[in-house]
C-alpha cells in the first residue's frame, strides 16, 4: 500500500448552544456539560486517544507505519482551527504516537478559518442578493416529509414528555418552542406544495440539531436518567439520529447545493495528494510531503456528508444509526504499485456503545464498509478517480496553492 487518507470527525463535543439558550425546546431543564458549548470533553478526547490506537494497530499490521516513534516522519495530521479540532488531533495524535517527543499535528490557530474544511465561499463576502441563476433553496421531497413525520414525534415524545396537538398548546402555553409539525403529504400522487416542503425542511433543520444533542448526551456517557431527560435509552437514540441524518441528505450531502461549495477544495486536494504518492505531478497542492505515508484530516460531519455528498457514497448501518458520530471516518486508500495504483474508499464509523465507552477494540471496533465509487470496480484507477473528482467539484472553489497549517505539539493540547 502506497498511502492512506482519513478523513475523520473531530470526538464527543458539548452542544453548541448553552443549556439556557435550549431552554425553551425541551419541557425540562438541559443536563450540565463538563465543558463550554460546542468544546471537546475529556471523554471526547479518551475517545480519539483510543481511536489513534486503533488505527496504530491497522497501520502497522498493514505495513504503512513502522513500529515506537520512528513512524513520526511518515505521519501527518492536519487539523481544522476550531478550539474542538485541535484537542481532538492532540489525543489523537497521543493515541498514534503514544509517548513520542516528536509527536505534532497541523493547524491554524483558534479562530483562523482554514479553506481546507470550511471551503473558500466562507471567506468571500456574501452577496447583497440572490443571483437568478443561483440553484433554488432547498425543500424536501414527499418521502423525505414522510419519514421525517415519526421521527419528528418520537423527538417531541423525549422532549415534552407527550406528543400531539394538545401537548403542543400546553408547551406554547408554558413560554416553550416546541418544534412545529410540518404538514403531511395527502395525495400520493400530488407534488408536495413547495410551503409545505419548506416548512418540513426548517423543522427538520431544528429537529436534527436537537436530535444530534441528545446523542451526545449518549456518547458522552452520561447517566441513562440524563440521556433525554430519561426518555430515551439506545434505540431512542438511534430513532431521534434519522433526524440528523435527513437533514444533512437535504442540506450538506446535497451536491446541488452547499456539498460542491463546501467540500470542492477538501476533496481536489485529497485527490491531489494520491496523484503526488502514485507518482504524477498534481496541478493543485498535495497535503503533507513526500514522505508522507499516511495522512489524517481532522475536520466535522459536514465534511464527511460533502464528500459522500460530490463522490455518491452511502454508509449508512443500522447498527450504527449515525451516519456521521464522532470520530467516523471516510479512508482513502491508494494500493498497488505507482503507474499502476488504484484507489479505494471505506467508512470507519465508531457505534454508539464504543463512543459510551471510549474504547475502540473487540466488539467495539469501528464498523468499516467498502465503499463502491461511481463506474469504477475494485476501487478506481488513479487516473478514473481524478477524472471522478474533476466532473464533481466546482474549480472556482479549489484553491491550488493551498499552504499547510503550522505545526502544534501535542503537549497537554488535548482534556483530560
Known amino acids: 500500500m502506497l498511502l492512506r487518507i482519513v478523513l475523520l470527525r473531530h470526538g464527543v463535543r458539548a452542544p453548541t448552544k448553552s443549556p439556557a439558550e435550549l431552554a425553551p425546546s425541551a419541557s425540562q431543564p438541559w443536563p450540565a456539560w463538563p465543558v463550554a458549548p460546542g468544546q471537546l470533553t475529556p471523554h471526547g478526547a479518551d475517545l480519539m486517544r483510543a481511536l489513534g490506537a486503533w488505527y496504530r494497530r491497522e497501520l502497522e499490521a498493514d505495513a504503512l507505519l513502522p513500529a515506537g516513534c520512528a513512524a513520526a516522519p511518515a505521519l501527518t ?10 484537542d481532538s488531533a492532540a489525543a489523537l495524535v497521543q493515541g498514534l504516537l503514544p509517548g513520542c517527543a516528536a509527536a505534532a499535528y497541523r493547524a491554524f490557530a483558534p479562530g483562523q478559518p482554514d479553506p481546507l474544511f470550511g471551503g473558500l465561499h466562507k471567506a468571500r463576502p456574501a452577496p447583497a442578493a440572490q443571483d437568478p441563476q443561483d440553484p433554488p433553496a432547498p425543500t424536501l421531497t414527499r418521502l423525505e416529509t414522510a419519514a421525517l413525520l415519526p421521527a419528528l414525534a418520537d423527538l417531541q415524545q ?18 416553550k418552542t416546541p418544534l412545529p409539525a410540518p404538514c403531511a403529504p395527502t395525495d400520493p400522487d400530488a407534488p408536495l406544495p413547495a410551503d409545505c416542503a419548506r416548512q418540513a425542511l426548517r423543522a427538520l433543520k431544528t429537529a436534527g440539531s436537537l436530535a444530534e444533542n441528545i446523542m451526545l448526551e449518549q456518547a458522552q456517557g452520561m447517566p441513562a436518567d440524563q440521556v433525554g431527560w430519561g426518555r ?7 430513532r431521534l439520529v434519522a433526524l440528523h441524518n435527513l437533514s444533512f441528505a437535504a442540506l450538506q450531502k446535497n451536491d446541488a447545493l452547499e456539498a460542491r461549495r463546501h467540500a470542492s477544495n477538501l476533496l481536489a486536494h485529497v485527490a491531489a495528494t494520491l496523484q503526488a504518492r502514485a507518482g504524477a505531478t498534481p496541478t493543485v497542492a498535495a497535503l503533507g510531503d513526500a514522505g508522507t505515508r499516511v495522512l489524517f484530516l481532522v475536520g466535522h460531519d459536514t465534511n464527511l456528508a460533502s464528500l459522500a455528498g460530490l463522490l455518491r457514497l452511502d454508509w449508512h448501518d443500522a447498527r450504527q444509526p449515525d451516519d456521521y458520530p464522532p470520530g467516523g471516518a471516510l479512508v482513502f486508500d491508494l494500493v498497488g504499485q505507482p503507474g499502476q495504483a488504484r484507489v479505494r474508499v471505506r467508512s470507519a464509523m465508531p457505534t454508539l456503545a464504543a463512543l459510551r465507552a471510549a474504547r475502540l477494540a473487540g466488539a ?3 464498523l468499516t464498509h467498502a465503499l463502491a465509487l461511481p463506474g469504477c470496480d475494485d476501487g478506481c484507477a488513479v487516473a478514473d478517480f481524478l477524472a471522478l473528482v474533476a466532473r464533481r467539484i466546482d474549480a472556482d472553489e ?3 496553492a493551498s499552504a499547510l497549517p503550522p505545526l502544534v505539539s501535542v503537549g497537554g493540547a488535548a482534556p483530560r
Open 77 to 86: 495530521v492536519i487539523a481544522d482551527s476550531t478550539p474542538r479540532n485541535h
Open 158 to 175: 423525549v422532549l415534552f414528555a407527550c406528543a400531539g396537538p394538545d401537548c403542543l398548546r400546553d408547551a406554547r402555553a408554558a413560554g
Open 232 to 238: 430515551a435509552d439506545a434505540a431512542t437514540v438511534g
Open 364 to 366: 467495539n471496533a469501528p
Open 398 to 400: 479549489v484553491a491550488p
